[in-house]
Nanobody, 118 residues
């Protein structure tokens, strides 16, 4: 089992910045993929950004140039720096870890609220 604990959400004005963190603990394998998703009421959860254990990243078009995902493998922690935030970035952000161990394993954090409003 893997546990994911997120932190860093909150209320910020448009144009502001926030940094999300997610620490994984438990049976974390060396090779995995960590990502941030977000969800607003009535909509499907969507991928925001992801990073492999080798450092390869991918981003949703809506956040390219504004969000940066990074990770510290020694700490099993993934970060998401969010700049130039917009009201449409308001959502619950979830951390995800995916790894393979004889079968796919998929873990989620509890979610952290990000609200962008003046």
């Amino acid at each position: 089992q893997v546990q994911l604990v997120e932190s860093g959400g909150g209320l910020v004005q448009p144009g502001g910045s926030l940094r999300l963190s997610c620490e994984a603990s438990g049976s974390v394998f060396r090779i995995n993929f960590m990502a941030w998703y977000r969800q607003v009421p009535g909509k499907q959860r969507e991928l925001v950004a992801g990073v492999s254990s080798g450092g390869d990243t991918n981003y949703a078009d809506s956040v390219k140039g504004r969000f940066t995902i990074s990770r510290d493998n020694a700490k099993n922690t993934v970060y998401q720096q969010m700049n130039s935030l917009k009201p449409e970035d308001t959502a619950v952000y979830y951390c995800n870890l995916a790894q393979y161990a004889g079968g796919s394993q998929d873990y989620w954090g509890q979610g952290t609220q990000v609200t962008v409003s003046s």
